[in-house]
């Protein structure tokens, strides 16, 4: 699968993905250290990327102002990545890249939440 990591991703779950052999791409690789929220979620959507991030003001941005993106929003602290990586990994395995890339899917220790996008 392919993503586009938010900048307040962890280096972590950087490694983590790319070591289960996906191609991992942080904002910062590709100069967008500094750019908006929405201007990140339209290049992950250009790029055919999902976006993975850890700030909560994405779900707005996808669902009030319908900004159509595949977006893995992990609610993690530092003391919980291990937990939230065992169910990323869940995710992962349960659902293709295609399927992700219409969703937004809330990571937490022990659970997920999907929600659907409507691209119609």
Known sequence: ???????????????????????????????LSQAADEELL??????ER????RDRDF?????VKSILSGVLYLRMLP???????????RVLKSHSEQEL?????VVEPGRHRIRRLLTD
Do not use: C, W
């Open 101 to 105: 890339r219409k969703m937004f899917v």
């Open 42 to 47: 339209r290049i992950a959507g250009e790029q």
């Open 79 to 89: 003391q919980s990545q291990g937990a939230v990586h065992s169910e990323l990994e």
């Open 59 to 63: 779900g707005n941005l996808v669902f």
């Open 1 to 31: 699968m392919k993503f586009l990591l938010d900048q307040d991703v962890y280096a972590s779950t950087a490694r983590f993905l790319s070591n289960l052999g996906h191609d991992v791409v942080p904002v910062s690789r590709i100069g």
């Open 50 to 53: 999902i976006f993975v991030t």
